[in-house]
């Protein structure tokens, strides 16, 4: 493929970034000076919900909306540091007046509604443990992770209730109370209203010592490759979200902020609650799922400045035929960032087409905590590119040798797996009930992310792919992102997948799965063009040699393309853990 580069003018900003000099501010870095720019405790230690709220709350930020809520039928609901902590505090007063103690777990199954906030920074005063499930899964997927993680108390709604968790309850057996959003009275001594409990409870709490070791969240991953894991996390990750969101999101105190991640899934937490609070900012949450027109309205009406979304909200967007820059003011808007999946770089040059600026890509995993690698406001681009490892964090290519030690790949442009010197702030510290396949992940002290990737000379991270989608075909190694953004580049391309299938002669061959953009119909001859378009692009060796057209490719709910599952249904075998599968 061919790398163009995309340049900053920094004179045309009108903020100036956070991180101007790369490898200085690199060098110069240290995780104890990040830690001075924190209060501590009154009562010592270390708490995620006192830093990125109560601290505002005391002081000259008190009145400064925290919170945007936009609810899906137009209402507004806004609330101020000062609101945030006296709502959150009483919700920490619940349960601490039911007994719910230290690193004991309270789930959230609740659409994006403003009691789901104020719990969440709730459980963190009292010590307890979050677990954010996502609102759409189904009732098996709810049950697998409430039973593996413990679930002592659940925050609902009436509808979620009645409709996914009635039915389970006889099997949830750690579960001692559901406190529902919004009930008016309480069911039982179990099933509780959460309007007549917050009534009830008084809204200042003192948070307790908190050790920067004690357990914060509880994160299933995506279960792109397999079963989700359970991915145990701390109070000191918020060193590497407070630097992350300096560095990656470049926030500065007037940033208008919108992440549109869903709690459910770890940016929607780290980033969707934690990183614009800890950072005084005004986070805007948006009830609604994905609607073109809504997202860029709110982008106008809401003057939001930083924007972090998904690649594939990216590719829905760039599958309508519309020119935001011209049909909406985005005037505020100065930077978009993207998690998740890899970024074609067909999406970051839209961006830089129709959006007007490029969309800036970084990687991260649920076991990482925090943003890991990314592109820079003030930085040049590589579209396809992860960027360069954040200032603190050490990422190297490595290869496994087989008598299990590590080498370093440091030549250019080499591939091999992707790793994370141990010490990050945010690293996850157990899978739940899993020590095994934890200390798997770990080489000495390094992290292996499961991911393959290269560095090119500038230092700039590549993604291949994940190790399992690895195509092996006539002694070439191709990654399936490498394929699939060249078939985008087709104007008839909406989004590809692509797979390996067994084949005698070749080893594997390279199939993809693609869908169209609008205007666009599956025909044979449609199907001989995109062949010779990967050829063209491509070169024989590494282009698709089938191609099946799909109206959707399967995804998880989070939006990643789920290639074991186009591999498993190709080749008739199991389609294993579905639970995150989309509907
Ligand atoms: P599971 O571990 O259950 O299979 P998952 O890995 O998809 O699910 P997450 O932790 O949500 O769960 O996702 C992290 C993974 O997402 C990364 O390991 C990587 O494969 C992919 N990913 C995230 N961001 C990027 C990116 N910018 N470029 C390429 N891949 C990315
Ligand atoms: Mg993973």
Redesign the pocket.
């Given at each position: 493929m061919e790398k163009k580069w995309i340049s900053k003018n920094i004179e045309e900003f009108p903020l100036r970034p956070n991180l101007l000099e790369y490898d200085k501010e690199y060098r110069a870095f240290s995780w104890q000076r990040i830690a001075e720019n924190f209060d501590g405790l009154p009562s010592g230690g270390l708490n995620i919900a006192h830093e990125a709220i109560d601290r505002h709350a005391n002081g000259e930020l008190r009145d400064k909306t925290a919170l945007l809520w936009l609810g899906q039928n137009g209402e507004k609901k806004t609330y101020s540091f000062a609101q945030m902590k006296a709502e959150s505090s009483r919700f920490a007063n619940v349960l601490k007046s039911l007994g719910i103690a230290k690193g004991e777990r309270v789930f959230t199954l609740s659409t994006r509604l403003p009691e789901l906030y104020i719990s969440a920074i709730g459980v963190l005063k009292n010590r307890s443990v979050l677990c954010p499930l996502f609102s759409q899964f189904g009732p098996e997927p709810i049950l697998q992770r409430m039973q593996g993680g413990d679930a002592k108390v659940l925050v609902t709604t009436t509808r979620l209730f009645e409709k996914k968790i009635r039915p389970l309850l006889e099997q949830l057996n750690t579960l001692s109370y559901v406190f529902l959003i919004d009930a008016l009275e309480d069911e039982n001594a179990q099933v509780l209203s959460l309007p007549r409990l917050m009534e009830q409870a008084d809204e200042v709490f003192e948070i307790e010592r908190t050790d920067p070791e004690d357990m914060s969240l509880l994160h299933?991953?995506?279960?792109?490759?397999?079963?989700?894991?359970g991915?145990v996390h701390v109070h000191k990750a918020l060193y590497t979200h407070w630097m992350s969101g300096k560095y990656a999101l470049d926030m500065h105190p007037d940033d208008i902020y919108w992440c549109t991640a869903d709690p459910g899934?770890?940016?929607g937490t780290a980033y969707g609650i934690i990183t614009p609070w800890l950072h005084g900012l005004t986070n805007i949450v948006d009830e609604s799922e994905f609607d073109a027109e809504r997202w860029y309205s709110i982008l106008q009406e809401q003057n939001v400045s930083i924007w972090y979304t998904a690649?594939t909200a990216i590719r829905r967007l760039m599958r309508i035929d519309s020119f935001p820059a011209q049909e909406y003011d985005l005037s505020a808007l100065r930077l978009i960032q993207?998690?998740?999946?890899?970024?074609n770089p067909e999406a970051v040059l839209w961006g830089v087409e129709k959006l007007k600026m490029p969309i800036h890509?970084?990687?991260?995993?649920?076991?990482t905590g925090g943003i890991m690698?990314s592109n820079l406001l003030s930085q040049s681009i590589r579209p396809g590119s992860?960027g360069r490892p954040l200032p603190g964090i050490e990422a190297a290519i490595v290869r496994l040798e087989d008598d299990g030690t590590l080498t370093q790949v440091t030549q250019a442009d080499k591939e091999g797996e992707l790793a994370l010197k141990v010490g990050w702030p945010s690293m996850f510290r157990a899978y739940l009930h899993n020590e095994e396949r934890y200390k798997k992940c770990f080489v000495g002290e390094w992290y292996l992310?499961?991911?393959l990737a290269y560095k090119d000379k500038e230092g700039y991270f590549w993604?291949i792919g994940?190790a399992d989608d690895i195509i092996k075909t006539s002694g070439h190694m191709v990654g399936p992102?490498e394929v699939e953004s060249s078939l985008m580049e087709h104007p008839g391309v909406a989004e590809a997948g692509v797979i390996g299938k067994p084949d005698e002669m070749i080893g594997q061959l390279v199939k993809a799965f693609v869908s169209l953009k609008a205007g666009y119909e599956p025909s044979e001859e449609l199907r001989h063009e995109l062949l010779g378009f990967g050829r063209s692009k491509l070169g024989a060796a590494v282009a698709p040699k089938e191609i099946e057209f799909l109206d959707n490719l399967p995804k998880?709910r989070?939006g990643?393309i789920m290639r074991r599952l186009l591999k498993a249904r190709e080749l008739g075998l199991s389609e294993g853990d579905t639970s995150?599968l989309e509907d």
């Amino acid at each position: 493929m061919e790398k163009k580069w995309i340049s900053k003018n920094i004179e045309e900003f009108p903020l100036r970034p956070n991180l101007l000099e790369y490898d200085k501010e690199y060098r110069a870095f240290s995780w104890q000076r990040i830690a001075e720019n924190f209060d501590g405790l009154p009562s010592g230690g270390l708490n995620i919900a006192h830093e990125a709220i109560d601290r505002h709350a005391n002081g000259e930020l008190r009145d400064k909306t925290a919170l945007l809520w936009l609810g899906q039928n137009g209402e507004k609901k806004t609330y101020s540091f000062a609101q945030m902590k006296a709502e959150s505090s009483r919700f920490a007063n619940v349960l601490k007046s039911l007994g719910i103690a230290k690193g004991e777990r309270v789930f959230t199954l609740s659409t994006r509604l403003p009691e789901l906030y104020i719990s969440a920074i709730g459980v963190l005063k009292n010590r307890s443990v979050l677990c954010p499930l996502f609102s759409q899964f189904g009732p098996e997927p709810i049950l697998q992770r409430m039973q593996g993680g413990d679930a002592k108390v659940l925050v609902t709604t009436t509808r979620l209730f009645e409709k996914k968790i009635r039915p389970l309850l006889e099997q949830l057996n750690t579960l001692s109370y559901v406190f529902l959003i919004d009930a008016l009275e309480d069911e039982n001594a179990q099933v509780l209203s959460l309007p007549r409990l917050m009534e009830q409870a008084d809204e200042v709490f003192e948070i307790e010592r908190t050790d920067p070791e004690d357990m914060s969240l509880l994160h299933f991953t995506s279960g792109t490759t397999g079963m989700p894991k359970g991915v145990v996390h701390v109070h000191k990750a918020l060193y590497t979200h407070w630097m992350s969101g300096k560095y990656a999101l470049d926030m500065h105190p007037d940033d208008i902020y919108w992440c549109t991640a869903d709690p459910g899934w770890v940016t929607g937490t780290a980033y969707g609650i934690i990183t614009p609070w800890l950072h005084g900012l005004t986070n805007i949450v948006d009830e609604s799922e994905f609607d073109a027109e809504r997202w860029y309205s709110i982008l106008q009406e809401q003057n939001v400045s930083i924007w972090y979304t998904a690649p594939t909200a990216i590719r829905r967007l760039m599958r309508i035929d519309s020119f935001p820059a011209q049909e909406y003011d985005l005037s505020a808007l100065r930077l978009i960032q993207s998690v998740g999946e890899p970024l074609n770089p067909e999406a970051v040059l839209w961006g830089v087409e129709k959006l007007k600026m490029p969309i800036h890509d970084n990687w991260w995993q649920t076991e990482t905590g925090g943003i890991m690698i990314s592109n820079l406001l003030s930085q040049s681009i590589r579209p396809g590119s992860m960027g360069r490892p954040l200032p603190g964090i050490e990422a190297a290519i490595v290869r496994l040798e087989d008598d299990g030690t590590l080498t370093q790949v440091t030549q250019a442009d080499k591939e091999g797996e992707l790793a994370l010197k141990v010490g990050w702030p945010s690293m996850f510290r157990a899978y739940l009930h899993n020590e095994e396949r934890y200390k798997k992940c770990f080489v000495g002290e390094w992290y292996l992310s499961g991911d393959l990737a290269y560095k090119d000379k500038e230092g700039y991270f590549w993604f291949i792919g994940r190790a399992d989608d690895i195509i092996k075909t006539s002694g070439h190694m191709v990654g399936p992102f490498e394929v699939e953004s060249s078939l985008m580049e087709h104007p008839g391309v909406a989004e590809a997948g692509v797979i390996g299938k067994p084949d005698e002669m070749i080893g594997q061959l390279v199939k993809a799965f693609v869908s169209l953009k609008a205007g666009y119909e599956p025909s044979e001859e449609l199907r001989h063009e995109l062949l010779g378009f990967g050829r063209s692009k491509l070169g024989a060796a590494v282009a698709p040699k089938e191609i099946e057209f799909l109206d959707n490719l399967p995804k998880t709910r989070s939006g990643k393309i789920m290639r074991r599952l186009l591999k498993a249904r190709e080749l008739g075998l199991s389609e294993g853990d579905t639970s995150t599968l989309e509907d």
